[in-house]
């Protein structure tokens, strides 16, 4: 069986894969018949092939199936590209070629929910949804004046996945009037208020360091900290401790929790208090006509 070595630009690389999946499907090459690789790894690969030899795809074969595949799972695959999982990319192909070729494994494929490689993709899915989401929740950025004058708002991010460039629209839309940049080892975003830059991954040490709006930020923090609705597990479950040393609250954390009980016990014990204002209840009118 002659085998096909597919390298691909980056680790992202979502038109060379769709392209490259595309011609090896028609060409009936069953899965395991190729390798998929990125361009880093084969310079990392003493004993690689050449790249511009490795992606020569061969042609379409005379019985070559009809290649249908569901939004679904296009949208499937966006996602799961952006895992940082190297077995994404058999993962994905062999998916398509199940469904290319129809009968009892192409609708496993496309509906069983019990199906081995339709349960892995939808569990990597997930795993690239909840690193957005946690990108979205604990980038912090800090301001720097540039040689221009002009302020830019800087953050450093460590994301499990390949997720900053596909995550740059979340930050757009929220910040859309304000220049910043988010930095990570695997990539750099960079918004100048009218268009997006993407360039390559940077270092911690090319971040910022706190200022005295952090320090206005912690103070803000440490006062509005309820030690009566402290529940540690689960705010370790929503804000994982491989975070906390990029936010900056995180150092008050321990210090917090350890006096948690303490400050609620005081709370209970203390006096009522009396508003400084009183709030006058709202009558309610009665609907309806007046009554004759």
Same mark, same amino acid.
Not at 124 to 153: I, S
Not at 235 to 258: C, D, F, G, S, V
């Given at each position: 069986?002659?085998? =096909?070595?597919?390298?691909?630009? $980056?680790?992202? /690389?979502?038109?060379?894969?769709?392209?490259?999946?595309?011609?090896?499907?028609?060409?009936? @090459?069953?899965?395991?018949?190729? /390798? +998929?690789?990125?361009?880093?790894?084969?310079?990392? %690969?003493?004993?690689?092939?050449?790249?511009?030899?490795?992606?020569?795809?061969?042609? *379409? *074969?005379?019985?070559?199936?009809?290649?249908?595949? &569901?939004?679904?799972?296009?949208?499937?695959?966006?996602?799961?590209?952006?895992?940082? %999982?190297?077995?994404?990319?058999?993962?994905?192909?062999?998916?398509?070629?199940?469904?290319?070729?129809?009968?009892?494994?192409?609708?496993?494929?496309? $509906?069983?929910?019990?199906?081995?490689?339709?349960?892995?993709?939808?569990? #990597?899915?997930?795993? @690239?949804?909840?690193?957005? =989401?946690?990108?979205?929740?604990?980038?912090?950025?800090?301001?720097?004046?540039?040689?221009?004058?002009?302020?830019?708002? #800087?953050?450093?991010?460590?994301?499990? $996945?390949?997720?900053? @460039?596909?995550?740059?629209?979340?930050?757009?839309?929220?910040?859309?009037?304000?220049? +910043?940049?988010?930095?990570?080892?695997?990539?750099?975003?960079?918004? /100048?208020?009218?268009?997006?830059?993407? !360039?390559? !991954?940077?270092?911690?040490? /090319?971040?910022?360091?706190?200022?005295?709006?952090?320090?206005?930020?912690?103070?803000?923090?440490? $006062?509005?900290?309820?030690?009566?609705?402290?529940?540690?597990?689960? #705010?370790?479950?929503?804000?994982?401790?491989?975070? +906390?040393?990029?936010? &900056?609250?995180?150092?008050?954390?321990?210090?917090? *929790?350890?006096?948690?009980?303490?400050?609620?016990?005081?709370?209970?014990?203390?006096?009522?208090?009396?508003?400084?204002?009183?709030?006058?209840?709202?009558?309610?009118?009665?609907?309806?006509?007046? *009554? !004759?």
């Amino acid at each position: 069986m002659q085998r =096909h070595s597919i390298t691909l630009a $980056h680790p992202t /690389d979502w038109p060379g894969f769709r392209h490259a999946a595309r011609a090896l499907v028609l060409a009936n @090459v069953p899965p395991q018949a190729v /390798d +998929w690789r990125c361009q880093a790894d084969v310079a990392d %690969d003493l004993f690689a092939p050449e790249p511009t030899a490795s992606n020569t795809l061969p042609s *379409a *074969a005379p019985d070559a199936p009809t290649l249908r595949v &569901p939004p679904d799972f296009v949208r499937l695959c966006e996602q799961l590209i952006l895992h940082r %999982d190297p077995a994404r990319f058999p993962l994905m192909y062999r998916l398509l070629w199940r469904m290319a070729h129809g009968g009892a494994e192409g609708e496993a494929a496309r $509906h069983d929910p019990l199906d081995a490689d339709r349960m892995l993709a939808h569990h #990597m899915a997930r795993a @690239v949804a909840r690193d957005k =989401h946690k990108m979205h929740a604990f980038v912090r950025f800090r301001p720097v004046v540039e040689q221009c004058g002009q302020t830019l708002h #800087m953050a450093w991010f460590e994301p499990d $996945h390949h997720i900053t @460039v596909a995550n740059a629209g979340f930050f757009i839309r929220r910040f859309t009037q304000m220049r +910043w940049a988010i930095l990570t080892p695997d990539a750099s975003v960079r918004w /100048d208020g009218q268009q997006l830059h993407t !360039g390559p !991954g940077a270092q911690r040490s /090319d971040a910022p360091p706190p200022d005295a709006g952090e320090a206005l930020w912690l103070t803000y923090y440490r $006062h509005i900290f309820n030690p009566a609705r402290l529940k540690l597990n689960m #705010m370790k479950k929503e804000m994982p401790t491989r975070y +906390w040393h990029n936010l &900056p609250e995180a150092a008050l954390i321990t210090e917090l *929790a350890h006096t948690a009980h303490e400050r609620s016990a005081r709370m209970v014990e203390a006096e009522p208090t009396v508003p400084r204002r009183r709030i006058n209840p709202v009558v309610q009118r009665p609907r309806g006509g007046t *009554a !004759g």
